[in-house]
């Protein structure tokens, strides 16, 4: 597993594409906290009139928690779609695959790679919180069990991207797929909104689990769903990898 | 199975849907024997090659590699084998020390033996003045090394070889062919290929195959020796007069003797003469042609090439196949409605 671990992580930085994503998705959220701040700061203004202080962490943190729980959906996709997909066109695979190393193990080892590449990524972004920090007194309980609820969403996604990207030899088709049923994820919270469907479709919303999270409410349904969600993905994957075995 | 055994395939057969792509392959390979796969393109070279290599596992039939059964024992299967296949799949954005590294480390190798495994591999290849390199920008003759280097980096005792030589310029190829010789000294070696002069060269024994079936098994020699339908005898002699080919037709054992019209060299002219090949007639017609007084230029044996055993049998296999292919046919729809009947319940 560590050799293919060291693998990937080596091909994501050896690359501009690991470089690109991270430094593309540090602007966005860069842009989204000095936003943020400015509209908090007008908030607090007016609000000073008013006998109420605006409580920061309901209005600035978690926003920007879930807003980064957002952006990966867009940036994910990008990260999974070579994880087998390239293998698959090049043949690596099969010589990969007559290895002495389970499926298990490739599976693992690509999943960790990507992670490390979003762990940078949600690290840098941690500089935002630590500027509010200094500035004003913040939850960071609640900030911290939102950047756990980040990591099981990453993780979550990226075992779907990789399940995508093991399905063919084109990348294309592999975000294209990811993109979709991550768009899916979320367009179940907006049918949340409407209401006579709230109870089917909403916990089905990989964002309202997030949400909860950001809150600083570690509930084990959030964990359950990022969990299963996750094992049915690498599940998929690896009989995706077997069905070599037994297609005919 | 003996113990010497190294690789024991028995009926080996693999179908991709109503396609059979190996049809009932039995082979032994012994310890330090380089074998050869013979056969035209789509004869089940390749399809074999991933069984033994444990890409996919076989419908029916069994093989044990170094001990270990490819159904059972995968993992031990595959750590007992270096595998390069066909058209040399590598990671273009790694160099090739660390790609390498990476096959060393994915085989097992403890990192206590990595630097000595690996620089052992590329010395082997004659890789170390490209170990830096990226793999993208390296010749196709340098490719195939690497492609053998990450095969033996961890000394497996078997090693499979898919078209090691498909590409390459003849000089590349000779190379390619030295090193697999070398390497047939220390393990044992499987190598397929379409091209004739390759195994007889490199190969100890051959297995020629063809849609699917093995039709011959034997070594580069025998097989000369028993595809030999006859002996023929080249004899050139020069200015013979017009009663030569008369004469050589009346030496005992001489079946036909023909005149060949091209005429090499001033005043000299060929007779093919064929005899069957339990009577060797060089003696008789060497006396002949001398008690006559005649110039002997030439007499020597024609051989019949492995070239010209290849496509004999393969051609002869064809035939019997469209004798057998109306058979065949009725066979199949019979299955077909068997099953059709077994998901209706």
Same mark, same amino acid.
């Given at each position: 597993m560590y050799a293919?671990?060291?693998?990937?992580?080596?091909?994501?930085?050896?690359?501009?594409?690991?470089?690109?994503?991270?430094?593309?998705?540090?602007?966005?959220?860069?842009?989204?906290?000095?936003?943020?701040?400015?509209?908090?700061?007008?908030?607090?203004?007016?609000?000073?009139?008013g006998m109420q202080m605006p409580n920061i962490n309901e209005l600035l943190?978690?926003?920007?928690?879930?807003?980064?729980?957002f952006l990966l959906l867009f940036f994910l996709p990008l990260l999974t779609m070579r994880l087998f997909a390239e293998e698959r066109r090049s043949g690596t695979l099969d010589l990969l695959l007559t290895y002495p190393i389970t499926e298990a193990q490739i599976i693992f080892g690509k999943l960790l790679a990507a992670m490390t590449v979003v762990l940078l990524m949600l690290v840098l972004t941690l500089s935002g919180f630590i500027i509010m920090g200094r500035l004003t007194p913040i939850d960071w309980a609640a900030i911290t069990s939102g950047y756990v609820?980040?990591?099981?969403?990453?993780?979550?996604?990226?075992?779907?991207?990789?399940?995508?990207?093991?399905?063919?030899?084109?990348?294309?088709?592999?975000?294209?797929?990811?993109?979709?049923?991550l768009l899916m994820l979320w367009i179940f919270s907006a049918v949340d909104k409407l209401g006579f469907l709230k109870e089917k479709f909403g916990d089905l919303s990989a964002l309202n689990h997030l949400n909860n999270m950001t809150r600083g409410v570690v509930d084990t349904q959030d964990v359950v769903y990022f969990v299963a969600?996750?094992?049915?993905?690498?599940?998929?994957?690896?009989?995706?990898?077997?069905? =070599?075995?037994? =297609?005919? | 199975m003996s113990k010497s055994c190294m690789i024991c395939a028995e009926n080996l057969t693999k179908r991709f849907g109503q396609h059979t792509a190996v049809d009932g392959v039995s082979f032994q390979v012994e310890q330090g024997e380089v074998l050869g796969f013979l056969g035209p393109n789509a004869a089940g070279k390749t399809t074999t090659m991933k069984m033994l290599t444990c890409y996919f596992p076989p419908t029916s039939g069994n093989v044990t590699i170094n001990g270990y059964n490819v159904m059972e024992n995968s993992?031990?299967?595959?750590?007992?084998?270096?595998?390069?296949?066909?058209?040399?799949?590598?990671?273009?954005?790694?160099?090739?020390?660390?790609?390498?590294e990476f096959a060393a480390r994915a085989k097992g190798v403890r990192s206590a033996d990595l630097d000595s495994k690996v620089k052992k591999a590329l010395?082997?290849?004659?890789?170390?003045?490209?170990?830096?390199?990226?793999?993208?920008?390296i010749s196709r003759g340098y490719r195939q090394r690497v492609g053998i280097g990450q095969a033996i980096v961890n000394e497996p005792p078997v090693l499979i070889f898919d078209e090691p030589t498909v590409g390459l310029d003849p000089a590349q190829i000779k190379d390619i062919r030295e090193l697999i010789k070398e390497l047939g000294r220390s393990s044992t070696v499987i190598l397929s290929t379409h091209i004739l002069p390759e195994v007889s060269l490199t190969c100890n024994r051959i297995v020629i195959l063809n849609h699917g079936k093995v039709v011959a098994t034997d070594t580069p020699e025998n097989l000369e020796r028993k595809m030999q339908k006859g002996n023929r005898f080249r004899v050139i002699l020069l200015d013979p007069p017009a009663e030569a080919e008369q004469t050589l037709r009346g030496i005992p054992?001489?079946?036909?003797?023909?005149?060949?019209?091209?005429?090499?060299?001033?005043?000299?002219?060929?007779?093919?003469?064929?005899?069957?090949?339990?009577?060797?007639?060089?003696?008789?017609?060497?006396?002949?042609?001398?008690?006559?007084?005649?110039?002997?230029?030439?007499?020597?044996?024609?051989?019949?090439?492995?070239?010209?055993?290849?496509?004999?049998?393969?051609?002869?296999?064809?035939?019997?196949?469209?004798?057998?292919?109306?058979?065949?046919?009725?066979g199949e729809d019979a299955a077909d409605s068997d099953k059709a009947g077994e998901d209706k319940e």
């Amino acid at each position: 597993m560590y050799a293919v671990f060291l693998r990937e992580v080596k091909s994501y930085f050896g690359s501009i594409m690991a470089w690109a994503l991270i430094a593309v998705y540090l602007l966005i959220s860069g842009y989204l906290v000095a936003f943020s701040l400015e509209d908090y700061s007008q908030f607090s203004m007016s609000a000073m009139q008013g006998m109420q202080m605006p409580n920061i962490n309901e209005l600035l943190v978690q926003p920007l928690l879930s807003t980064y729980g957002f952006l990966l959906l867009f940036f994910l996709p990008l990260l999974t779609m070579r994880l087998f997909a390239e293998e698959r066109r090049s043949g690596t695979l099969d010589l990969l695959l007559t290895y002495p190393i389970t499926e298990a193990q490739i599976i693992f080892g690509k999943l960790l790679a990507a992670m490390t590449v979003v762990l940078l990524m949600l690290v840098l972004t941690l500089s935002g919180f630590i500027i509010m920090g200094r500035l004003t007194p913040i939850d960071w309980a609640a900030i911290t069990s939102g950047y756990v609820g980040l990591l099981f969403m990453a993780v979550c996604f990226i075992s779907m991207g990789m399940w995508a990207s093991s399905l063919s030899g084109s990348q294309l088709v592999a975000a294209s797929i990811t993109y979709g049923g991550l768009l899916m994820l979320w367009i179940f919270s907006a049918v949340d909104k409407l209401g006579f469907l709230k109870e089917k479709f909403g916990d089905l919303s990989a964002l309202n689990h997030l949400n909860n999270m950001t809150r600083g409410v570690v509930d084990t349904q959030d964990v359950v769903y990022f969990v299963a969600l996750s094992a049915l993905f690498l599940f998929l994957t690896a009989r995706v990898l077997e069905s =070599r075995k037994w =297609r005919g | 199975m003996s113990k010497s055994c190294m690789i024991c395939a028995e009926n080996l057969t693999k179908r991709f849907g109503q396609h059979t792509a190996v049809d009932g392959v039995s082979f032994q390979v012994e310890q330090g024997e380089v074998l050869g796969f013979l056969g035209p393109n789509a004869a089940g070279k390749t399809t074999t090659m991933k069984m033994l290599t444990c890409y996919f596992p076989p419908t029916s039939g069994n093989v044990t590699i170094n001990g270990y059964n490819v159904m059972e024992n995968s993992l031990e299967v595959r750590r007992s084998i270096g595998f390069l296949p066909e058209n040399v799949p590598l990671y273009n954005d790694m160099t090739v020390r660390e790609y390498i590294e990476f096959a060393a480390r994915a085989k097992g190798v403890r990192s206590a033996d990595l630097d000595s495994k690996v620089k052992k591999a590329l010395e082997r290849c004659n890789l170390e003045n490209v170990q830096n390199q990226l793999i993208a920008t390296i010749s196709r003759g340098y490719r195939q090394r690497v492609g053998i280097g990450q095969a033996i980096v961890n000394e497996p005792p078997v090693l499979i070889f898919d078209e090691p030589t498909v590409g390459l310029d003849p000089a590349q190829i000779k190379d390619i062919r030295e090193l697999i010789k070398e390497l047939g000294r220390s393990s044992t070696v499987i190598l397929s290929t379409h091209i004739l002069p390759e195994v007889s060269l490199t190969c100890n024994r051959i297995v020629i195959l063809n849609h699917g079936k093995v039709v011959a098994t034997d070594t580069p020699e025998n097989l000369e020796r028993k595809m030999q339908k006859g002996n023929r005898f080249r004899v050139i002699l020069l200015d013979p007069p017009a009663e030569a080919e008369q004469t050589l037709r009346g030496i005992p054992g001489v079946v036909s003797v023909s005149k060949l019209d091209d005429e090499d060299r001033a005043g000299h002219v060929a007779f093919m003469v064929d005899t069957p090949s339990d009577c060797d007639a060089s003696g008789s017609i060497a006396s002949a042609v001398v008690t006559k007084g005649w110039n002997l230029v030439g007499l020597q044996a024609e051989k019949m090439s492995l070239e010209d055993i290849f496509i004999d049998i393969v051609q002869s296999d064809a035939s019997a196949d469209e004798r057998s292919a109306g058979a065949e046919q009725a066979g199949e729809d019979a299955a077909d409605s068997d099953k059709a009947g077994e998901d209706k319940e």
